[in-house]
């Protein structure tokens, strides 16, 4: 922890003195051990104030609360605290602050206090709230920690493991009187609201993304969710939740849709899943599709394949298709030559992710380049939207499709059109001269033109 003999950091914060600080103010670091603690000379402008100083610190607030920060450029190191209450994530460059204090309600009062001087913005709009302790319940009714995170800023919201005492009255109420978007909340490991508030919470029709897990609470309403008014839903179910279920009931108001099937345990049963994927393809209006099957090792059946063959080709205006999972590397890999089979053709897909061996594209990545050498419109990536590529080869096909579709989009997209001539001469010379192939894409596309050119000289 460099700098931290510093007594003071500018003007915001100041070392309280070793032998002044009680057994409750001494900072604990898990490496580090005990280090100084500061306080607050004034409140931050933002978090950045904190973020920019590049070392750990702990802030003792007169409430009876420790926060430790962890700037963005520390994180990999981890240098964690020995015990904390709760954990607050700002932005995707942003510090971590992991809060202790001495009750429950101090501790809301100081995420109420982070929140409210945090100001996300539409290009980093991301806050996570997780309790490090799982009975520790930040939300209480009065608690006004979550109520300024939702009143007005966008925001990426994730609520990790929580409980809410009153059920979400005083969470949804805040959602409810929201006049701008949201953004996205996504809840973890549970769903912290009693029936009536989760049904209030599908009404409301300003959240970009609403993300849900499975949960027992409300198995009797498991095809509710697919109503919900928010612009794109992603819902897990474990496959023993979908059984039973009257899947041609199934009524879906998003065209961005990711649904999770995590496999508990027992055989396999494709049945229900199968029935899920035909209803999709009955309804046919997704723009993106995320069907994640988390099945351990290989065991992904054919019919089951097949069944997302099918719910893909019958959207015929799907642009992303999501098979990507989180139980490992298996799951697609002897697949992918069905997979790339079927949707060698499809014209309408622009973005393919699945999480795969890179070996599984066979030698040198040549199932992978006769793929994309076909369809020209693709990318194929990796659950994190990682473009799968050998650096070489594959890089250099999706360059040259890069310019067969910006070719193609010349037709379609110039106004007026008598700036084609123009465009095309440009690039013809700046990056097609000397390439045998872009030139025959070029001038096969714009033969117009080419014939213009010819009749004029």
Excluded at 37 to 49: A, D, F, G, K, V
Excluded at 107 to 119: D, G, K, P, Y
């Amino acid at each position: 922890m460099s700098n931290e003999n510093e007594s003071t950091l500018g003007c915001l914060l100041a070392v309280i003195p070793p032998h002044l600080c009680r057994p409750e103010q001494v900072a604990r670091w898990d490496r580090a051990g005990e280090a100084f603690t500061y306080r607050l000379l004034r409140n931050p402008i933002s978090l950045e104030e904190l973020n920019q100083h590049k070392f750990c610190m702990a802030i003792w607030q007169d409430n009876g609360t420790l926060t430790y920060v962890t700037p963005h450029c520390d994180l990999t190191q981890h240098d964690a605290p020995s015990g904390f209450d709760t954990t607050l994530k700002f932005r995707e460059d942003g510090p971590v602050l992991r809060i202790t204090g001495t009750s429950n309600d101090a501790v809301a009062q100081t995420v109420a206090f982070f929140l409210s001087i945090e100001q996300p913005t539409d290009k980093n709009p991301s806050v996570f709230i997780g309790p490090h302790n799982a009975g520790f319940d930040f939300v209480q009714p009065g608690h006004t920690a979550y109520s300024v995170c939702l009143r007005s800023h966008p925001a990426r919201l994730i609520i990790s493991e929580c409980e809410l005492e009153d059920g979400g009255d005083v969470f949804v109420d805040a959602l409810v009187q929201r006049k701008s978007t949201f953004g996205s909340l996504t809840f973890e490991g549970n769903i912290p609201l009693n029936e009536s508030n989760f049904r209030r919470l599908l009404q409301i029709d300003t959240m970009e993304h609403l993300g849900l897990p499975t949960d027992d609470l409300f198995d009797e309403l498991v095809l509710l969710p697919f109503l919900s008014k928010a612009m794109s839903l992603e819902y897990t179910m474990s496959s023993s939740r979908l059984l039973g279920v009257d899947w041609s009931a199934l009524m879906v108001a998003h065209n961005n849709l990711t649904i999770t099937i995590e496999h508990d345990s027992g055989p396999i049963r494709a049945e229900p899943v199968l029935s899920l994927f035909h209803r999709i393809a009955e309804l046919g209006h997704f723009v993106k599709l995320g069907l994640r099957l988390c099945y351990f090792d290989d065991s992904l059946l054919d019919n089951m394949v097949q069944g997302v063959i099918a719910a893909t080709l019958a959207n015929r205006n799907l642009k992303v298709l999501d098979l990507s999972s989180d139980y490992g590397d298996d799951t697609w890999c002897p697949h992918l030559g069905a997979l790339f089979e079927a949707l060698k053709d499809n014209e309408s897909l622009q973005t393919l992710q699945f999480s795969v061996y890179p070996s599984a594209f066979g030698p040198e990545f040549s199932d992978l380049l006769q793929f994309i050498s076909h369809n020209r419109n693709i990318v194929v990536t990796d659950a994190e939207g990682t473009i799968y590529s050998d650096g070489a080869l594959v890089d250099a096909q999706y360059s040259l499709n890069r310019f067969y579709v910006g070719s193609k989009a010349l037709l379609a997209k110039l106004d007026p059109p008598s700036e084609r001539p123009s465009l095309m001469v440009t690039a013809l010379v700046q990056s097609a001269l000397h390439d045998f192939q872009r030139n025959a894409l070029l001038l096969s596309d714009h033969a117009d033109i080419l014939y213009d050119f010819i009749r004029f000289a």
